[in-house]
């Protein structure tokens, strides 16, 4: 889903076109272009990178540079995200199992998360 609609009022979520969420609190930002340099722009509110667990203030613009097997991934703080653990064929895992990915609030910030 394009940013402008989970942030219509913020002008440079009209101009972002190759970022898109899942849901309202995961933002991808896959690498589009050759050189592996990324321009990030992150809305609003905190986020945290999830690769790394670096939080980001939100309202601004990022340069990455990235692995051609990275994508970006930032998710909006204070997000829990339910996942459930790898499998090389959907429906193979055990329904019993379910892992919780929590990504702190405001309180959390300047520090890395541990997940």
Excluded at 29 to 51: C, D, H, I, M, Q
Excluded at 52 to 78: C, N, R
């Amino acid at each position: 889903m394009p940013l402008y609609l989970i942030y219509p009022d913020e002008p440079e979520a009209y101009q972002t076109t190759t970022e898109y969420f899942l849901g309202d609190s995961v933002l991808v930002a896959p690498v589009v272009e050759a050189g592996g340099y990324r321009r990030v722009y992150l809305p609003g509110e905190n986020w945290w990178e999830r690769e790394t667990g670096k939080i980001y203030s939100g309202s601004q613009h990022l340069d990455l540079y990235v692995l051609i097997e990275q994508v970006p991934v930032f998710v909006k703080a204070g997000a829990i995200l339910p996942l459930q653990p790898v499998s090389l064929r959907v429906g193979t895992t055990s329904r019993d199992s379910l892992i919780l990915e929590v990504y702190a609030g405001e309180w959390g910030i300047g520090n890395r998360c541990d997940r």
